[in-house]
């Protein structure tokens, strides 16, 4: 089943490119505080891995400020150790 899409635009266009980039978009439930959350698809592969402690990230419905929340989830999905990013 798809997910649902996100109700703003430059969030919904950050899920795609993580979702390009093999992270994992799982809608969370009726009774959750997050929309949904995001998973690494390399989490605990590698000894460079960051154990999953920043291979997680939730999405929030109503962010206070959606443009820096969809650059939050951009820099986590950019600065993912195995997919090319630093340290």
Known sequence: MPR?????K???ATLRLAEANGW??????KSAHCWARL???YEGLN???RCGN???VSVWGT???PLV???NIRRAVENCILFGGSK
């Open 69 to 71: 929340h969809a650059a």
């Open 47 to 49: 000894e460079k891995c």
């Open 24 to 29: 994992k978009v799982e809608q969370a439930g």
């Open 39 to 41: 998973y690494c698809p």
């Open 54 to 56: 920043f291979c997680i």
């Open 10 to 12: 430059e969030i919904e």
């Open 4 to 8: 649902k899409k996100h109700k703003t």
């Open 63 to 65: 962010p206070r400020n």
